[in-house]
């Protein structure tokens, strides 16, 4: 909240520097320039490297590869519970996503949680499903699947309503508190991409929204396990060429929440074990990806948040705690209006692209088939 009323000010003082130049006063466009100057090189001294970081603007928007899986994934959407029920990020990132999925044919999306903040909805007829989502998600290019969870902010509302909207919406798919979805990729033999969409609010707990706060164990569903044992289940089964798995908490993050020490000691073994691609998750107010080295011998799990689509945090305070040097991007503007990740599954790689609200790739990522 500090940065987002932090960075409101910032935006007035931008927009009140544009105002004067226009009025063609230059000495105080002057002074209000170096204001704004100086208040944006004590922010980057504080938050580092992360507003300068190289963008990629020759890159340009290829279209996507008919011969692939592809979709977006994004957390932390959920605008806010007051008129206009939406924030300024949340609409510009649906627009660029919109466009974007346009120009990718992009087929589905995977929607992390928190999808309406503070306390989720009341019931399935309540008007944030209007006003946060329809009305904010309303390109043609949006009105595809969205496979989605809840996060611990759904969590203090009435989650079994979301559940319930599914047979409200014919894009919103949510069937379960957790559930998996298999997508065939197209030009191969059958081979799959296997998503596992968990709850890991149930999982660990919820937290009490203050920065730094692990969830509280006393809030774990009670049969928390059962998760566990039908995660553990299907991993099993599954013949994937590709495997994902999404909760809202991350299992790693450098940002403000941190890492998810629950899911550290009883996920991180799961993927391992059986060579899950990537977790995906929200939470944390940023892009980020991290990897663990494990040493040569030992199954690669790449650990990526994306929950920068309606409130923005540029916190790097728990970068000292992640596993040694895992930390390989980050990335939170105060100067911008956020970013989401787009994902692309092929024959030969899975690729993860993250992107700014300006439409810039930002980070690149390519992943093999687990076999
Ligand atoms: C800033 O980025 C440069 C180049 O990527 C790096 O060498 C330097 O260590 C970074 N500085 C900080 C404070 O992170
Ligand atoms: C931009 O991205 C493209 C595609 O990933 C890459 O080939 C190119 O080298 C990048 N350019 C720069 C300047 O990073
Ligand atoms: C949650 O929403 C469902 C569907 O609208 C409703 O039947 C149920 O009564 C709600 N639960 C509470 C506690 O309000
Ligand atoms: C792919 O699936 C179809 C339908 O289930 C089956 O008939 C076919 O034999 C499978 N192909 C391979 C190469 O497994
Ligand atoms: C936990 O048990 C309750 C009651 O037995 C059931 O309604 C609920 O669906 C279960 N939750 C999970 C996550 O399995
Ligand atoms: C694989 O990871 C485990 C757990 O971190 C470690 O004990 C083991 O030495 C690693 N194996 C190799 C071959 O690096």
Redesign the pocket.
């Known amino acids: 909240m500090w940065f987002f009323v932090r960075s409101s000010v910032l935006m007035l003082m931008l927009s009140c520097s544009i105002v004067v130049e226009h009025n063609g006063t230059s000495e105080a466009t002057t002074k209000i320039k170096q204001t704004v100057s100086s208040i944006r090189n004590d922010l980057r001294n504080r938050v580092g490297n992360r507003t300068r970081l190289q963008s990629n603007k020759t890159h340009g928007l290829q279209p996507g590869d008919p011969s692939s899986v592809r979709f977006l994934v994004f957390g932390d959407w959920g605008g806010i519970p007051f008129y206009p029920y939406s924030t300024v990020i949340q609409r510009r990132t649906a627009k660029r996503m919109a466009s974007f999925a346009s120009r990718k044919e992009v087929q589905f999306i995977l929607a992390l949680g928190d999808n309406f903040y503070f306390t989720g909805v009341r019931d399935v007829d309540d008007r944030r499903f209007q006003r946060t989502f329809e009305e904010v998600y309303s390109d043609g290019s949006m009105r595809i699947p969205w496979y989605v969870i809840a996060g611990n902010h759904d969590h203090d509302g009435n989650v079994s309503a979301q559940i319930a909207y599914s047979k409200v919406s014919n894009r919103w798919i949510f069937p379960d508190?957790y559930y998996s979805q298999t997508f065939e990729i197209p030009g191969t033999d059958n081979d799959t991409l296997d998503v596992f969409m968990l709850d890991t609010v149930?999982i660990c707990g919820k937290t009490d929204g203050s920065e730094d706060d692990q969830p509280n164990p006393q809030t774990r569903?009670?049969?928390y396990s059962?998760?566990f044992r039908w995660l553990i289940a299907e991993l099993e089964k599954s013949k994937a060429k590709y495997i994902l798995v999404a909760g809202h908490y991350p299992i790693y993050s450098a940002c403000s929440h941190g890492t998810t020490d629950c899911l550290v000691s009883e996920m991180v073994p799961i993927l391992q074990k059986y060579k899950v691609n990537a977790y995906l998750a929200g939470h944390d107010h940023d892009l980020q990806h991290i990897r663990p080295d494990l040493g040569a011998g030992n199954w690669t799990v790449e650990y990526f948040v994306s929950g920068a689509t309606n409130f923005i945090n540029p916190s790097l305070i728990h970068k000292r705690t992640l596993p040694k040097d895992s930390l390989r991007f980050a990335w939170a503007s105060l100067f911008s209006y956020g970013g989401f990740s787009y994902m692309e599954v092929g024959k030969q790689k899975m690729t993860m692209q993250m992107y700014s609200t300006a439409g810039i790739l930002l980070h690149e990522h390519d992943m093999p088939p687990r076999f």
């Open positions: 508190y149930l569903s009670k049969n059962k998760q």
